[in-house]
């Protein structure tokens, strides 16, 4: 699998699932246009982890609520890279911009999280496509799981944000075929090293238990690097046949049946 001399552009790639991506695409030789939004220290670490990786890119700063800002950033890739073969959709703004129930929930606070998902994965696309040639990949991240449930009330704006993703990923899919290029969403389970952290650290351990105790048939969470894995075997020439599907990178956590305690389940 060579990605050797690619270039790649991630959105939220400062820290969390994105650096994850950035490092392990960094890995196979491609180099990154590095985004963030406020947290510029973190995409110059991040930048500093690709060059140690012996690759090269550049950070590249965009609120991706803002259509010209992620029109501005394209236009940077643009004039650094001169083209680009991978674009991974992944930043989502901070849990106090969206995370409310739906009965409490402002419009304000909708249009934060639906602007960052399917609006900014529109835009981008649109953006990204004329710099791709044939073999080009894009990616989006979602969280398949929130959005087909209602169980975290909270989640409703982003849930319904990443379903509506979803949708347009499917979409691209099939209006991009022609071209060769693939367009996929990964949707990974509770990972490590990323919002997660950010919760009170009560929260954190309620979470690695439950899935050490069985929810993740696998016994634990995932890392930033299990998700940069996987989109590093999407972004290859060996997975141009696989296009429009979500993606589950979780363990197995998917599998598992809500109605049943997991001791029972796993036998
Ligand atoms: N963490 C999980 O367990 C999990 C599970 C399933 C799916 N996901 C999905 O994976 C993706 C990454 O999640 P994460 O937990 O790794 O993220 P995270 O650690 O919270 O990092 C968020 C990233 O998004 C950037 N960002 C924040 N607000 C932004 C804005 N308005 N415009 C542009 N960029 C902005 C941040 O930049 P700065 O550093 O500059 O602030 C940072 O790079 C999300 O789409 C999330 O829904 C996460």
């Known amino acids: 699998m060579s990605l050797s001399g690619k270039h ?6 400062s820290r969390g699932i994105g650096r994850g991506i950035a490092l392990k695409l960094a890995d196979h ?39 010209k800002q992620i029109t501005q950033m394209f236009g940077k890739v643009k004039a650094e890279f001169g083209k680009l073969d991978i674009f991974v959709s992944n930043a989502r703004p901070e849990a106090a911009a969206f995370f409310y129930p739906p009965m409490d929930i402002t419009l304000e606070q909708w249009n934060a999280a639906s602007d960052s998902q399917a609006k900014a994965f529109l835009v981008a696309v649109h953006e990204a ?12 991240i979602t969280y398949a799981q929130g959005s087909r449930t209602g169980g975290v009330q909270s989640w409703v704006g ?16 099939v209006a991009l075929a022609k071209r060769g290029i693939t367009v996929n969403a990964i949707s990974p389970g509770w990972t ?14 309620l979470i690695r238990n439950w899935h050490a105790r069985g929810w993740t048939p696998m016994g634990r969470l995932g890392t930033p ?23 589950y990178a979780d363990g197995g956590a998917s599998l598992m049946n809500p109605e049943v305690p997991p001791e029972i389940q796993l036998g």
């Open 29 to 67: 030789g491609v180099n990154v246009a590095v985004h963030y939004y406020q947290n510029e220290a973190a995409a110059l670490d991040t930048l500093a982890q690709v060059r140690e990786r012996g690759a090269d890119g550049f950070v590249v700063q965009a609120d991706v609520l803002d259509s």
């Open 192 to 205: 490590e090293d990323s919002v997660l952290n950010s919760l009170p650290e009560q929260v954190q351990e």
């Open 129 to 140: 496509v004329p710099l791709m040639a044939k073999g080009g990949r894009i990616l989006a």
């Open 225 to 247: 690097e299990d998700i940069g894995n996987v989109a590093t075997l999407l972004c290859s020439e060996q997975a141009a046949w696989i296009t429009g599907q979500v993606i």
């Open 8 to 13: 790649a552009l991630i959105t939220g790639s």
């Open 158 to 173: 982003m849930g319904s944000a990443k379903a509506a993703l979803e949708s347009l990923v499917r979409y691209f899919a």
